[in-house]
Each structure stands twice: as C-alpha cells, then as structure tokens.
C-alpha cells in the first residue's frame, strides 16, 4: 500500500526557515516523480516544487523559487521542501504527492508565517 507522510509544518516569524519532510512507503523511491503543494484558505491549490527520483530533475513556481529547495534522501525514502526566507504569503497547509500514472496524495501540514 502506498503511504505518505507529511510533517514539519508549524508557525515562523517573516525572515525564518522550516523544512517539511515526507516519508514515502509502499512503492519502488526511485520510480517516481514527487512533488509540493500548498492551499490557503479560499485560495486554489498551487504547485510550488517537484523533482524526478529517478534523474534528480526539478522546478520550482515563481513564487518560491530562490527560496525554496526540494531534495531526497534515498536510503529514508523521504523528500524534504527547505523553505527560506519565508514571507507571510507563504501561509498554507502543504501537500506532498508521489506520481507514477496514479497520483498518492499525503496529509497536509500547516505552515503559518507571521507578520
């Protein structure tokens, strides 16, 4: 059964850092493509990094690029999203999704950034 576990979310001053980690369980690391989301309330679902576990590719969304990295541990088969500098409009609950054909979706974790 594939399974993912998001956590790391919690509440940051303006300026601060955070790093968001998933655990992924269930399916072969190095098949699939992974990637961050993030929903503020009222607001649509953004896509703000992915990365390919097979050749190590990744993207960000303008919003986050230059302060936002997504990277992967093998050995924990866990992505992690490092978040610096992080603003207030950064404030969301945060989504990871593993993609092979199927989409799995993870619990989401809140990030709330303070003015």
């Known amino acids: 059964e594939v399974q993912l576990q998001a956590s790391g979310g919690g509440l940051v001053q303006a300026g601060g850092s955070l790093r968001l980690s998933c655990a992924v369980s269930?399916?072969?690391?190095?098949?699939?493509?992974m990637g961050w989301f993030r929903q503020a309330p009222g607001k649509e679902r953004e896509a703000i990094s992915c990365?390919?576990?097979?050749?190590?590719?990744?993207d960000y969304a303008d919003s986050v690029r230059g302060r936002f990295t997504i990277s992967s541990n093998h050995a924990k088969n866990t992505v992690y999203l490092q978040m610096n500098d992080l603003k207030p409009e950064d404030t969301a609950v945060y989504y990871c999704m593993g993609r092979r054909g199927i989409e799995y979706w993870g619990k989401g974790t809140l990030v709330t950034v303070s003015s």
């Open positions: 990365m390919s576990l097979n050749d190590g590719t990744t």
């Open positions: 269930g399916f072969t690391f190095d098949d699939f493509d």
